[in-house]
């Protein structure tokens, strides 16, 4: 119904810089939020920064200052600046969006992943 499709992962330096882009297409109706998380090796999915359709964002505490998430509506699209990237950000991000459907219900859909690997 709605697809997700992220991009801009790869291989990068401590220090380093990093954006990644998530395209939502398919039966959109009103995105109420999108977001990223992501899940290193043995580790539970955790929050990594959401942005709802108002433009208010939050992020985890430990990207702060480092991250940056934004939307281009009109693109269906999300972003995530990753700059002073660490050893400690390498996970598989997954972008996530929260749309109301036509029906009015509240629909959840998941990337299929990108995986970031910050290493020397």
């Not at 749309?99 to 990337?111: I, N």
Request: net charge positive.
């Amino acid at each position: 119904q709605v697809q997700l499709v992220e991009s801009g992962g790869g291989l990068v330096q401590p220090g380093g810089s990093l954006r990644l882009s998530c395209v939502a297409s398919g039966s959109i109706f009103t995105i109420l939020a999108m977001g990223w998380y992501r899940q290193a090796p043995g580790k539970q999915r955790e929050l990594v920064a959401t942005i709802t359709s108002g433009s208010r964002t939050n992020y985890a505490d430990s990207v702060k200052g480092r991250f940056t998430v934004s939307r281009d509506n009109a693109k269906n699209t999300v972003y995530l600046e990753m700059n002073s990237l660490k050893p400690e950000d390498t996970a598989v991000y997954y972008c996530n969006a929260e749309q109301l459907s036509r029906t009015y219900s509240r629909e959840t859909y998941w990337g299929q992943g990108t995986q970031v690997t910050v290493s020397s």
